[in-house]
T-cell receptor, first 112, second 113 residues
């Protein structure tokens, strides 16, 4: 079962920052926060992941609260090609439960 | 470096038939996971293979099976196809059992008539 809560949909204006929230209040100490996105009918694309500290890469930034119960994915300058379903996932890296468990995600629509 | 490849990309079968899907992981990756995606159930984990051994299995009937070869390529098989097996089947690879990020292929779209 998914252990994250995300809003079902969000809109963002092109060129503006898109901030996608995720609640994971029952996260365990050994669980990482992962973000993937899926453009219609394509395979999910890895975006970023983190454990405690904020992370940044060429695609996005991940802000994790100090208590680790929630996080925000930030796309700094959204483009039309960022329109996709964004999935926030918590997972362990070792052991029998290391698979990705996808929830419903957030449908982000970037508007021109 | 080439990404995860899956073949075929599209497949149409009839009820009762069986199907085999193939996945070639990213070069150097030794772990392969399979997922099923349907509009009703979303993305669901099928199984994971590492070093030719199934390490983890999701909640699917025995009609769904898989295997991994010594070159890390993987196949999954679905026997006695049902209409509800129509789905996008996704393969994901990662470096190894202790590694982290899974990278997905484009998927195989299976339609059962």
């Amino acid at each position: 079962d998914a252990k994250t809560t995300q809003p079902p949909s969000m809109d963002c204006a092109e060129g503006r920052a898109a901030n996608l929230p995720c609640n994971h209040s029952t996260i365990s100490g050994n669980e990482y926060v992962y973000w993937y996105r899926q453009i219609h009918s394509q395979g999910p694309q890895y975006i970023i992941h983190g454990l405690k500290n904020n992370e940044t890469n060429e695609m996005a930034s991940l802000i994790i609260t100090e208590d680790r119960k929630s996080s925000t994915l930030i796309l700094p300058h959204a483009t039309l090609r960022d329109t996709a379903v964004y999935y926030c996932i918590v997972r362990v890296l070792q052991g029998s439960a290391r698979q990705l468990t996808f929830g419903s995600g957030t449908q982000l629509t970037v508007l021109p | 470096k080439a990404g995860v490849t899956q073949t075929p990309r599209y497949l149409i079968k009839t009820r009762g038939q069986q199907v085999t899907l193939s996945c070639s992981p990213i070069s150097g990756h030794r772990s392969v996971s399979w997922y099923q995606q349907t509009p009703g159930q979303g993305l669901q984990f099928l199984f994971e293979y590492f070093s030719e051994t199934q390490r983890n299995k999701g909640n699917f009937p025995g009609r769904f099976s898989g295997r991994q070869f010594s070159n890390s390529r993987s196949e999954m098989n679905v026997s006695t196809l049902e209409l509800g097996d129509s789905a996008l089947y996704l393969c994901a690879s990662s470096l190894g059992w202790r590694a982290d990020t899974q990278y997905f292929g484009p998927g195989t779209r299976l339609t059962v008539l």
